[in-house]
């Protein structure tokens, strides 16, 4: 059977590590799915990491021909699947959709804060610690970016003892102020739920009609 579309995905890992999940289970929803990479926090402070998927993208766009190219990711490779779709690869509305598993969105947040403590990832990967009044901080954040309407579709546990579910909530919220099409799943469970768990599998196939539906 022809895929119904093509998924750039970004793996998780706090920016510093490559997390276990593939995104594989999304090929059963009809998508071709082709791997990305991006340098970690280790390696490159941001916004070299937003560079390099960019880049994967600009790969994986002539590789798929005319198919609709969606971006998604979990944890940290769900945050950068956001910056892809909210502020595109080439221009601001290149990117046909996002799934964004479990996101990371706000380094100020005072619960993301409370939960990181002292071993806070966003530290690393802008360079030093967030801040307000910092440009990496705010560049950072996809909170920062929303209004192009691409539809989005994000998913967390409210066990989620690594990245806290209001992260998402704050999401959510700011995406459906600025027009954007917004698929929300807040379920139990804590960070990395399997993407081929009954719930997860019918918010995947819900938002891929819709979104794949209007192009």
Known sequence: MEPVGAVLWLHGGGWRARSTETGAALAGHGLLVLPGSYRLSGEACWPAQLADVRACARAAREQIGDLPLLVAGDSAG????????????????????????????????????????????????IGHPPAADDPATVD????????????????????????????????????????????????????????????????????????LHRL
């Open 140 to 211: 950072s954040s996809p909170l920062a970016h929303v209004g192009n309407r691409v539809p989005v579709l994000v998913v967390h546990g409210t066990q989620d003892t690594a990245v806290p579910v209001s992260q998402t909530v704050a999401l959510t919220s700011a995406l459906i102020r600025a027009g954007h099409p917004v698929h929300s799943l807040i379920t139990n469970g804590g960070h990395g739920l399997d993407l081929d768990r009954e719930d997860l599998r019918a918010v995947i196939r819900a938002f891929l009609g819709a979104t």
């Open 78 to 125: 769900a945050h950068l699947a956001l910056h892809l779709g909210l502020r595109g690869i080439d221009r601001r509305d290149d990117v046909d959709g996002v799934l964004a598993f479990w996101p990371p969105v706000d380094p100020l947040a005072e619960d993301w804060l409370r939960t990181r403590g002292d071993d806070d990832p966003w530290t690393r990967l």
